[in-house]
């Protein structure tokens, strides 16, 4: 299993970078990916969908896509990928340290 | 008298259930009610054959009262919205009806409007659809007209039915302007919301390299925000540009309309978020979900929804019996894409296993993840097989809803 280091802490992650394990996370390891996937400040907005996105996958055990993000998280679709340009629900999700959400086949 | 079954939606799912149903249930044990908008029964895999005149649009059509065995009631109504606590359906039309069991089989909805401009100047012209029997004859009108210049096939975002479709659509394009001598002339994109031109790493590898053998360019991670018909531009949320001539466009998808008018039926979409291994609503054991109105991580297909069946005819019966749940869907999925020049290849997969090499369902079979010509035939013989096999209930000798493992090579991707 790989592991990545936030925040001076040891984490297990997956093949690419997204947390396996939610509730090691804390917000200043958000931060710190944030700046390594090229977003150097987080703000309010940015927390808001964060946070969501957590809440999200502790309430359905996977992150939501872009399209429910857009309908329910308050930020349109739009705005999210202004907030996030790399694909939002990819970005949020790893800057949440949620596993990556699960994409329909 | 004996319960009442109430099955929305007359599609591939409803009807196959309600049959199913009724095979296994006597009339005085079971009453079966399926509700259906309309009349018609289109054999939705077959638009992928009208644009290019393969496929006759009439001949895809058939009654749908005509499709279920006798015993069963059909009731040709707009369904307004569900009471899960009072157990009742509501008519658009004014009427009702009650269930002591309710099954969600009314499919996913197309929302061309829902994305900026997509219904707007060019929409049945130079922005076409093949998902549904209209668009489909507009785009072989389309076709026929076009002498040269940029396609692009764009999946506007996840999920939408039969995935495999638009890349269906895109390899019989290459067939298609090759037969009519101006394959040169032609520019072929495909352009998708997906990182590959497949979800899972075995297939997209496979699918992305035959995209290039056949000279389609492949665009990823486009997720369609905006539609300029006037100037020929698909433009993605990350605003990148994809040019066009003629645009053929899979639109969002979403579930029936009634299932957002229904609390605690459906999610963000209008699916219906049942238990992925039982297709049980949580909270309301007596309701469930068949189909691609079922708001799970399955492909969107006729064929899951085959599958699905099995387990769901059985879950039933065991809570009518008052019995645990026992039947466990596994995801399974199993779609013939239509490569071009006669061939096709075959891809079975489920929850847990991606799309692997091997053979189909024994390893004396089928080939699986490579061009045949058999799967070819396979496809079009399975036109025969849905109006007089799987519609009606049969099961498909040595086929069950279990994902076969024998027969499957196991690659590193
Ligand atoms: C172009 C294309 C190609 C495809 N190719 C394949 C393939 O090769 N293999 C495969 O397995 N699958 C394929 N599919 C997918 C397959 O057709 C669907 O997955 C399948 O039809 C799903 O069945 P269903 O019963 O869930 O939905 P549907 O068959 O769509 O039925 C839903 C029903 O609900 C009714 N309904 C909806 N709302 C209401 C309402 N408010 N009131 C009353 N009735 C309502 C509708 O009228 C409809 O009859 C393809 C689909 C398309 C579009």
Not at chain 1, 76 to 102: C, D, H, M, N, W
Not at chain 2, 148 to 153: M, P
Not at chain 2, 227 to 242: A, I, T
Request: with cysteine.
């Amino acid at each position: 299993m790989p592991t990545a280091t936030y925040d001076g802490t040891l984490v297990p992650v997956d093949d690419e970078g997204f947390f396996t394990e939610p509730e090691r996370w804390t917000e200043p390891m958000g931060e710190q990916i944030a700046k390594e996937l090229g977003i150097d400040t987080l703000t309010d907005r940015h927390w808001t969908v964060i946070r969501f996105m957590r809440e999200q996958y502790a309430a359905k055990g996977t992150g939501p896509t872009v399209r429910v993000l857009g309908k329910t998280s308050g930020v349109s679709v739009k705005e999210l990928y202004q907030l996030f340009p790399k694909g939002p629900a990819k970005t949020a999700a790893k800057i949440a340290g949620i596993p990556k959400p699960r994409g329909c086949i | 008298m004996g319960k009442h079954i109430v099955i929305l939606g007359s599609g591939t799912a409803g009807t196959m259930t309600a049959n199913r149903l009724r095979r296994a249930y006597d009339e005085s044990e079971l009453r079966i009610t399926v509700v259906d908008q309309d009349d018609s029964h289109v054999y939705q895999p077959g638009l992928l054959f009208v644009p290019f005149g393969l496929a006759q649009p009439h001949a895809l059509v058939r009654s749908r009262p005509h499709q279920l065995h006798d015993g069963v009631d059909y009731r040709r109504a707009r369904i307004d919205r569900v009471d899960l606590d009072a157990r009742t359906v509501y008519f658009a039309v004014g009427g009702w009806i009650a269930y002591d069991v309710l099954v969600v089989a009314t499919g996913a909805r197309l929302l061309p409007e829902e994305t900026e401009g997509l219904t707007g100047p060019g929409w049945g012209e130079n922005v076409l659809t093949f998902y549904d029997l209209p668009g489909a004859v507009g785009l072989h009108h389309a076709l026929e007209r076009f002498e040269g210049g940029r396609v692009v096939v764009d999946v506007a975002d996840m999920p939408v039915k039969c995935p495999v479709a638009p890349l269906e659509f895109a390899f019989l394009a290459d067939w298609y302007f090759q037969r009519r001598g101006i394959r040169d002339r032609v520019e072929l994109t495909y352009a998708t919301p997906l990182d590959g031109a497949f979800t899972k790493p075995v297939a997209a590898k496979a699918l992305s390299g035959l995209l290039e053998r056949k000279g389609i360019e492949l665009v990823t991670e486009f997720t369609l925000g905006e539609v300029d018909g006037k100037g020929g531009r698909l433009v993605s949320y990350d605003e990148r540009e994809v040019p066009f001539d003629l645009a053929v466009v899979v639109p969002l998808h979403g579930g029936a309309e009634y299932v957002e008018r229904s609390p605690g039926l459906g999610d963000e979409l209008g699916f219906v978020p049942v238990d992925p291994h039982t297709l049980q609503l949580p909270d309301r054991p007596e309701v469930f979900a068949i189909g691609d109105a079922a708001g799970l991580s399955a492909s969107k297909a006729g064929s899951v929804a085959h599958f699905e069946g099995e387990v769901l005819v059985r879950n039933i019966g065991r809570f009518l019996a008052g019995q645990p749940l026992d039947g466990s869907f596994d995801g399974h999925a199993n779609c013939f894409v239509e490569t071009g020049f006669h061939r096709a290849l075959l891809i079975d997969f489920n929850y847990d296993t991606e799309p692997l090499p091997g053979h189909f369902p024994g390893p004396v079979g089928l080939p699986l993840m490579k061009e045949s010509h058999a799967a070819h035939l396979g496809k079009l013989a399975f036109e025969w097989l849905y109006w007089h096999s799987l519609l009606p209930g049969r099961e498909l000798p040595g086929i069950g809803s279990a994902m076969p493992e024998r027969g499957k090579i196991h690659l590193p991707a």
